[in-house]
C-alpha cells in the first residue's frame, strides 16, 4: 500500500492545488472520520442524487489520486474517508452496514450524477470493494454506486427526513437495503440499476444454492452477511444458511468475512460427527458473496432464550437449570477440543438449545484448529488476554461469562483498562443478582473465570464432576465512598466538556454536539451543579455555553427539550444565573431570552405570544408533537423552568414563558391524552404510559403549571387515574421472569411513570399516588440487577433518581437505602478503581459525554444521592 506521510489531508490539498483554477474555488476541512471538499460554485441542495465510491482499506490513498482530479474537473462537493483506518472501521460494520464500502461520497450539481457516475464507473472498472447495501450500482464489475439522499450531510449528519415538492417525507438516512422517495426518477438505466440488487441478497424467490435451498425466515443480520432458516429441498432437512459478504470485515493479513467463512468451513469439517456441532451441509457462491449450509440446531440461541423466558435458575424447572446446562456445554467442548479445536467465540448467541434440550455450539469463524484461526472474538466474552496459541483453558473462561449471561441476562463488564477490574466487576453483578450469597453458582462462574488456566481447567474439572470448586471469595456491590466518586466522575466530565470543545467535528451532528440528550447542555447543566465546589467545572461550563451560543449549528435543532433547542436556551439561562458573569454567555442567553416571542417556540411563533389562537388551527396536531423529548410537554416544561430561574429578576419575562407553558398544556388538552402516535410495545417497553413519549409525560408538564385551568386539571388528573389504574398490571408485567430491563427504566417504563405519580401525590395532596410510586420503585428494585445500562435512559441512574426523589419527598431511610443499592449496582457495573470508576454508556465498551446515555447522567443520580437534595423540579440535572 503507498502511503502519504503527511496524511491523507495533505494528499487531498496537493490534489486540489493542481487544479486548473489553482484550488481557488474549494474549500478543505477535515474531522475525525472525514475529509471534506466543498466546491464554492456548488449549488446549495437540501436533497438529490449522490455517489459513493467503495473501496478497499489499503487501496484508500491510491484511489484518492484517480477521483479526486475526475471530481475537480466538475462541479460537486465531496467527502472522502478521513484514513485508511478509518476506511477499515468502517468496512468493518461498526458505524452499520449501511456504511460499508462509503470511501467516498459524491454530491453531483443537479443532472450531473450520470455522467460523473459513468466516468467513475469507468475509472474504477474492475476494482474491488465491498457492496454498498444501501445503494444500487452504476455498472457491474466497478466499486461505484448511488442513491438519492440529504446533501446537507458535511454541515447536519442528523437529516433524518427529506421534505420531496408534494410535502411528503421520506427518511434520508442510508438503510441496509436501496429506498428511493417517490418524487424521484432514477436517472440511470434500468438495466444498470438491476445489477446491484440481484447480487445483493437470495433471489427473491428464495431459493439460493442454484435451487437446492428455500430461505424461510431470518436469524440475524450483520454487516459481514445475514444468516438464513432454511430447507434443503430434496430431503425436508432443516438448515441454517450463513453469508458472508465480499471485503466486509477485513482484517491487515487481508481476511475478509470470506475468509472466516471459509475457515469455518474446515473447523467444521474436523468436528463431522461429534454431538452439539451442527453438520456441514454445503458451500457455494452467490455473486461475489459466499454461503455456508449447515444443519439446524433448534428454534432458539442461548441469548433470545433468557430474553424471552428470564434467566437460568437452580434445579431443572423445565429445561433451565444452569448447573445441567453449563454441563452440557461443558460436553461439547470437551468433544469440540479432542478434535484439536478451541472455539474462541463461546458466548450466549452462539450456544443454541434444540427442541428436545439439547445442547449446541454453532459459529466457528474464528476457531482455533491445529493452532492456527483468524483474528476476532466478542469483547467481554473470551480470555482478555488470549493464549497464543490458543488453549482448551480459554474455552472455561468464555464458558464461565456464558453462564454468568444466563443466571443474570448481563453481558459482562468489558469497560477501562484494567481486566481484572472487569472481572471482579462482572462477579459482583452476578452476586448481586443471585438469590443468595453463598449460591453454588457464584463458586462455579468464579473458578471458570480465574486468569490461571489451571484454575480454571480445575473448575472445569469440579463441574464435569459434580463438584463444588474452590471459588474465591466474592462481595457484594457497596457504594462506598460515594464523595470521592463524584469527584472523581466531576473530572471525567470536565475532560468530556474539553473534549467536545476540541472536536474536529464542530460543524457535524447538531443534536449529539449540543442538545440536552447527548449534547453540550446535558453535559453543562450537570458540571454547573459542580460550578461552586469544582474550579474545572465552572470553566468547562462556562466554555460550553460561550461554545453552544455561537455555534453555527443551533439553527439547525429542532424546537423540543431534550433532543432540539428548548434544552439548549435552558442550559444557556442556568448558565447566565449561575455562574453571574455578564461575559458573552449571559449576554448572548440574555438577548435571545428577552424577545417578546422566545426562541424555544420558534416552530410554532403562536406559542410565543400571551394568547395563542390555538383554536383557529385547523389541525392543531400538525404545530408539533406532544411528547417530553421533542414536543409540547417538553417545549412547556422548559418555559416554566425558564419562568422558575427569572421571576424574581423580571417578573413580564415569567409571565411569557408562563403563558407559553400555559400554550403547550392546551396543546396537549386539544384531545383525547390517549390519542398518542406512539403505541405499546409489548416485552420492550410500556410506551403508551411511559414519560418520554407516553401520557407520563404529559402529565409531568400539566401537574407543573402553577395556575391550571378546569381544562387542564382535568386532563391532568384524568392521566394521573389512569397511570394509578394501570401501575398493577404494569408491575405485574415487570415481575415475569421474561420482561425486558427496560420496564424499569426512566425514559419507557416505571421508573418515569413513579416519579410522576410521586409529583402527583405532591401536588395534589394525595398520599395514595405517593404508595404507588413506592410500589413503582418496588418493581424496578427488583428488576435493577439485571438492568446492564447504568444510564438515565433505560438504565440504573434513572431507577435511582426516583429512589432519592421518594427519600427526599417521604423522609423514609428505606427509599434512601434503596437508592444506595442502585448506586452500588452502578458501581458494579464501571470499569477501572473502586473509586475512579469508568461508566459504560450506552454501547456498553465505551464512555459517552452523553447525559442521558453517558456519564454525566450517571453523576445526576450519583451526585444527588450523596448530597441528599430535595425532589426536582423536572427530570433534568437541574436540583
Known sequence: MREHPAGHLAQLARLVARAPEGGGRRRLHADGQWLYLHDRAMPALAHGWKLHVSARAAQLPLLLDLVVPVLLRRTCDAKFAAGADVLGATNSGAHGAAAVGKAVTVYPREGEVVALGEELAQLLAGWDGPRVVSDRQVRAGSPVYYRYGPFRAPQDQDVALMNGPDGRTFPGLAQPSYAQPPWAVDPFTAAAATTAVTAAAPPKDTRVGEGRYRITAGISRAPGG?????????????????????????????????????????????????????????????????????????????????????????????????????????????????????????????????????????????????????????????????????????????????????????????????????????????????????????????????????????AAAALREGRGPAGRKVTRPAADGLGEVVAHTVGTCVRMARALLGSPSAASRPRTLLSLYDGAAGLGLELLQHADEHPGAREAAAALARWTAAHPALGLLGPGLYDGRAGVELFLAHAAARLGTPEPVSADADARLGTPEPVLAHADPRLGTPEPALADVPDPGALVSTDQISGAAGVGTAHLLLADLVRASDGARAQRHLAVAAACARRLTDGPPQDLKEEPNPGTAALAEGFAHGRAGLAHLLLALPSPD????????????????????????????????????????????????????????????????????????????????????????????????????????????????????VLSRAGGPPHRPVFPGTALLTESPAWATGTPGVLTFLRRLHRGTGPRPALLPLA
Not at 467463512?261 to 456441532?277: D, I
Not at 430474553?307 to 433451565?320: F, I, K, V
Not at 402527583?760 to 418493581?779: F, P, R, S
Request: charged share 20%; with cysteine.
Open 226 to 458: 445475514h444468516v438464513y432458516r432454511g430447507v434443503e429441498l430434496a430431503s425436508g432437512l432443516g438448515v441454517v444458511v450463513k453469508q458472508a459478504r465480499a471485503f466486509v470485515g477485513e482484517d491487515t493479513e487481508g481476511v475478509d468475512a470470506r475468509g472466516r467463512l471459509r475457515h469455518e468451513r474446515r473447523v467444521l469439517a474436523a468436528l463431522a460427527g461429534v454431538a452439539g456441532v451442527p453438520r456441514l451441509v454445503d458451500y457455494f457462491r452467490h455473486g461475489v458473496d459466499e454461503y455456508l449450509v449447515t444443519s439446524a440446531c433448534g428454534p432458539r440461541d442461548l441469548r433470545r432464550d433468557v430474553l424471552a423466558h428470564g434467566p437460568y435458575a437452580e434445579g431443572d424447572s423445565g429445561g433451565r437449570g444452569w448447573r445441567e446446562a453449563a454441563r452440557a456445554l461443558l460436553r461439547v467442548l470437551d468433544a469440540v477440543h479432542a478434535r484439536g479445536v478451541v472455539v474462541c467465540d463461546l458466548k450466549p448467541a452462539n450456544v443454541v438449545r434444540g427442541e428436545a434440550g439439547s445442547w449446541s455450539l454453532v459459529d466457528f469463524g474464528v476457531s482455533a484448529l491445529d493452532g492456527e484461526r483468524p483474528a476476532g472474538a466478542t469483547p467481554g466474552y473470551g480470555l482478555p488476554v488470549a493464549s497464543v496459541p490458543a488453549r482448551p483453558a480459554d474455552d472455561y473462561y468464555a464458558l464461565g461469562t456464558t453462564l454468568h449471561f444466563a443466571l443474570t441476562g448481563l453481558d459482562p463488564v468489558a469497560i477501562g483498562p484494567d481486566p481484572a477490574a472487569s472481572r471482579d466487576r462482572t462477579l459482583a453483578c452476578l452476586a448481586a443478582a443471585l438469590p443468595a450469597p453463598d449460591h453454588p453458582a457464584l463458586a462455579v462462574v468464579a473458578g471458570l473465570l480465574s486468569f490461571d488456566a489451571g484454575e480454571r481447567t480445575a
Open 710 to 825: 378546569a381544562a387542564t386539571q382535568a386532563a391532568g388528573r384524568a392521566i394521573v387515574e389512569d397511570l394509578a389504574a394501570a401501575l398493577p398490571r404494569l408491575a405485574a408485567e415487570a415481575a415475569r421472569p421474561g420482561a425486558t430491563r427496560r420496564w424499569g427504566s426512566w425514559c419507557r417504563g416505571l421508573a418515569g411513570i413513579g416519579t410522576v405519580l410521586l409529583q402527583a401525590g405532591l401536588c395534589l395532596g394525595e398520599d395514595a399516588y405517593v404508595d404507588l410510586a413506592a410500589e413503582a420503585a418496588g418493581a424496578c428494585r427488583a428488576l435493577a440487577p439485571r438492568m446492564g445500562q447504568v444510564v438515565q435512559c433505560c438504565g440504573l441512574a434513572g431507577v435511582g433518581e426516583l429512589f432519592v426523589d421518594l427519600a427526599s419527598a417521604t423522609g423514609e431511610e428505606r427509599h434512601r437505602e434503596a437508592a444506595g443499592q442502585i448506586a452500588a449496582l
